[in-house]
Every structure is written in structure tokens, then in C-alpha cells.
């Protein structure tokens, strides 16, 4: 069964994730184009480096073609965020990329996109879902690729240069140029290496990179950027003297950044450098986006200069939709996706980290002294992180717990309010707070806890753990 989640659709190889599904997958997306009579727009859809996503993307588009849509077909792997661009540029409806992400290596998907390269929303998935078991085997429309190509219905396109050109417009170049940086690219043997080290090199970085080249089982890691999977370039960093070490996971739409004393900078840390230093080191002003797991640092820095903090469902759909009803700068999750006012409607690894990079350049700080800057000022927190993984008949007891008998374990802080928007959120009138939530990519249950120091937030995740058995 095809079940969309909160980051596309996403299924075991072999198991959900079958020629099968995606041809029909595809064909429930182009009886959409053809009901809303968008297929003059045409299809934008690009691929990343897991097993079979080539071979996906191919089927995918031999269901458009077969039914009359022309694709735009990128024939070399690229990161997620190229598909946004050029599904943007070129006014399509829809787009998609074939990727699961960061899941394991015996996952592959398919994210669909909507008008402006944004990620579907709920409407639009639910619409796919619903269209599934009414199409039979034999409604499913196919032209062989490579007759597609020779018919002029699929065209293969070349992105890369202009979404090189898109990021370096946005950024200060000379800048980046002037202050002969080092750094080292992890991009976790997924898509991020060619258009990241094309940005760096053209600001005269000196760039190396490792965990490069062809490997579908990702080194035997999650290609997910997180301390534990950064090992590796976290003690490279700092025997090299890099200036900043930068991971990307699969698909190239999250970072995980490893500053010069080789500490794993958090996600939430990379957004309240950003933010703060969009503010008040680029004077730009707007106000920043945050789902419901990300820290609320970036609240005190936005009402401290005047401006407005939006919290979001999870998914990072519902952050660019807040983003462009209030023309917001920044907007984020603790996962380590963002994007920023003028580029695409999408996470963007890419963007995220020559950005960092110019940080360091037009600062003349390093990450290190840049976050010990904005802990002075706003405070320190920390975030305390914990998957859990249920046998799938406790899946029913989890849930009714939480939702259904409403039940809290016996926090020692005051709780200011609960909400059950998506997932639990129990916020404390110290200003910290805990999450939990079913996960919309795995099969888990993630908890959360933003406190004063570790210690405490550890406390409360492993609280609430014991107190839902976990």
C-alpha cells in the first residue's frame, strides 16, 4: 500500500516500493494533471544516488510520457533541491524526485512537489492515495523510455549550472574570497558533492571531500548528518584545521555542520546562527519559521528584534506555506532542513552551507565564538533527542495513551499548557518544553526535550520513555 507521510512516500525496496507502486503512483499524479488540466505544464523529475531511484525515475517518467505529459528529464543524479529550482523555474505544477532521504539504504520514495517547487501538502497526497485503488493494471499508460526520448515527450535537462548560479547569487562572494577558508565536505555517498564544491571552489575555498562516489549501502551508516554518523569528519576536522566540516544527508535537502573545535553544531544551533546573523550582521529583516520540535531561541531572537516567530506542524510543507503567507526570512526544523526568504520553497543543504560559510567570512568568527555570542545573549538550552522503536501491536497502546487517556507522567516543572496539535507537546513555564510524536518517515516515536542544560533534558525524555515503557 502506498501511504504518504510528512516527507513523501516512502517504502522498504521489494517490499512496498515496487515497479508496480511507482507506475502507479505516476499514473494516479498524471489522471490529476489531466482532471486540474495542467499538463501543458509539463513535469520536471530527478533521481539521487540509492539503488534503483535511476531505474524509478525512468518508469515514472514512461507513465507521464504514455499519457501525454512532457517530462523534463534529469538524467545525472542531483540533490533534491535541484528539482525544486527548476520545477520553480520552469512554472510546473507538479515535480518530483525519486529518494528516500535519509532512511536507511533499503528504503527508496518519491517526493512530489506542487506549484513553486514546494513539498505537497495533505490535499494533494491524499488526492494521489485516493486515486490508487480505483486504477487497475491495464489503466496504467506507458511509453518505453528511449522511444519517449526520440518522440521529443521526454527531454533530459542539465540543471546544475543554473542552480549553482541561483545560490552564488544570493550570497557574498568576495567576501567568501578573501577569507581563504577550509573546509571539508561529507556528503554521506549521496547527491550534495558536485554543486556544493562548485559553489565553495568559485569562492576560492579550499575544499576536500571523503565518502564520495557510489555506494548504495552508504558506508553501512544512515546517510542522516547527525553526531553520531559525523564520527568520522567531526576527528578530520580538527586534524586537518578545517574551518568548518559540513555533512549532508542522501538527497541532499539536510545539513549537519562540525565546527573548528570539532563539536557537532545541532541543527537548532545552525538556525539561531543563521537567523542572528542574517540580523544583525546582513541587516535583513522578517520574521523566522519553526515546527513544533525546533528550539525557541529563535523566538527570543525575533522578539528581540522586532519580529514575529511562527510554530508549525512538522513537515516541512507546512514551514514554507507559514513562510510565504508572512514573507518570513528563515524557516526550519530541528531535523536539519531550511531554507531562506528568495531561494527555493525547500530545505536546501546546499544554500545552507555556503551561507554558513560566508557567516565565518563576514563575521571573522568562528561557529564556536558566533554561538557563544548568541548563548550570552538569549541564554543557553539544549535539546535532548530519543527514537523509539515499537513492536507494531504496541503501536495501539502507545497511541491511545497519548491521545486517547491524555496521560502525563509527574513532570517536577510546572506546565504552562499541553497541546495535542500534532503529536504531545507539553510546554513548562521555565520557558523548556517536551514532544512526542509518531514519526511520518519511520516507524518510530521521537521524543523531544528543549531544557537549560543536558542533564535536564535528557531527564524528561528518558521520563517520559520509562513512563510510556519504551
Not at 527508496?108 to 517547487?117: T, Y
Not at 519511520?442 to 521524543?447: F, N, S, V
Request: with cysteine.
Amino acid at each position: 500500500m502506498v501511504k504518504f507521510g510528512t516527507g513523501g512516500w516512502r517504502s522498504i525496496i521489494g517490499d512496498e516500493f515496487t515497479k508496480a507502486n511507482v507506475c502507479l503512483v505516476a499514473q494516479s499524479i498524471a489522471n490529476i494533471m489531466i482532471e486540474e488540466k495542467v499538463t501543458e505544464k509539463g513535469f520536471v523529475i530527478g533521481f539521487d544516488r540509492r539503488f534503483l531511484s535511476d531505474k524509478a525515475s525512468k518508469w515514472f517518467a514512461e507513465v507521464l510520457a504514455g499519457n501525454g505529459i512532457k517530462v523534463s528529464y534529469i538524467a545525472r543524479f542531483v540533490p533534491t533541491p535541484i528539482v525544486m529550482y527548476q520545477a520553480k523555474e520552469m512554472g510546473c505544477i507538479y515535480s518530483a524526485c525519486i529518494t528516500a532521504s535519509h532512511n536507511p539504504a533499503d528504503y527508496n520514495g518519491i517526493k512530489v512537489f506542487i506549484e513553486g517547487g514546494r513539498d505537497a501538502d495533505e490535499i494533494i497526497t491524499q488526492k494521489i492515495e485516493q486515486q490508487m485503488p480505483a486504477i487497475k493494471e491495464s489503466d496504467i499508460k506507458a511509453l518505453d523510455f528511449d522511444k519517449a526520448v526520440e518522440a521529443g515527450s521526454v527531454v533530459i535537462i542539465n540543471p546544475m549550472n543554473a542552480f549553482v548560479d541561483s545560490v552564488l547569487a544570493l550570497l557574498d562572494v568576495d567576501a567568501i574570497k578573501q577569507a581563504n577558508l577550509r573546509v571539508l565536505i561529507d556528503p554521506m555517498f549521496g547527491v550534495a558533492k558536485n554543486a556544493l564544491q562548485t559553489v565553495l571552489i568559485t569562492g576560492r575555498c579550499d575544499v576536500d571531500v571523503i565518502n564520495d562516489g557510489e555506494n548504495p549501502g552508504f558506508g553501512g551508516l544512515m546517510p542522516s548528518p547527525s553526531a553520531a554518523t559525523l564520527y568520522q569528519l567531526k576527528h578530520l576536522v580538527v586534524r586537518g584545521g578545517y574551518d568548518v566540516g559540513i555533512g549532508t544527508d542522501g538527497d541532499a535537502d539536510r545539513i549537519g555542520i562540525i565546527d573548528e573545535k570539532g563539536n557537532f553544531v545541532h541543527p537548532n544551533e545552525i538556525l539561531i546562527l543563521l537567523y542572528y546573523y542574517l540580523i544583525n550582521y546582513k541587516k535583513q529583516t522578517g520574521s523566522v519559521v519553526r515546527n513544533i520540535a525546533t528550539t525557541h531561541i529563535l523566538d527570543k531572537i525575533a522578539a528581540d528584534n522586532g519580529q514575529k516567530s511562527f510554530e508549525v506542524p512538522v513537515g516541512f510543507k507546512h514551514v514554507s506555506s507559514q513562510m510565504e503567507a508572512d514573507d518570513s526570512l528563515i524557516g526550519g526544523e530541528s531535523s536539519g532542513g531550511l531554507t531562506i526568504r528568495g531561494h527555493i520553497k525547500g530545505k536546501d543543504s546546499v544554500f545552507a552551507a555556503s551561507l554558513l560559510v560566508e557567516m565565518i567570512a563576514v563575521s571573522g568568527k568562528k561557529i564556536s565564538e558566533l554561538l557563544t555570542e548568541i548563548y550570552d545573549k538569549y541564554g543557553y538550552t539544549f535539546t535532548a533527542e530519543g527514537d523509539c522503536t515499537f513492536k507494531a501491536e504496541e503501536k495501539e497502546v502507545i497511541y491511545n495513551k497519548i491521545y486517547v487517556e491524555k496521560s502525563l507522567p509527574e513532570f517536577e516543572f510546572e506546565i504552562e499548557k499541553v497541546s495535542y496539535a500534532d503529536g504531545l507537546k507539553v510546554y513548562f513555564k521555565n520557558g523548556g518544553w517536551m514532544i512526542a510524536r509518531f514519526s511520518g518517515t519511520e516507524p518510530l516515536l521521537r521524543i523531544f526535550s528543549e531544557m537549560k542544560d543536558k542533564t535536564t533534558a535528557e531527564g524528561i525524555v528518558n521520563q517520559m520513555k520509562q513512563f510510556l515503557a519504551l
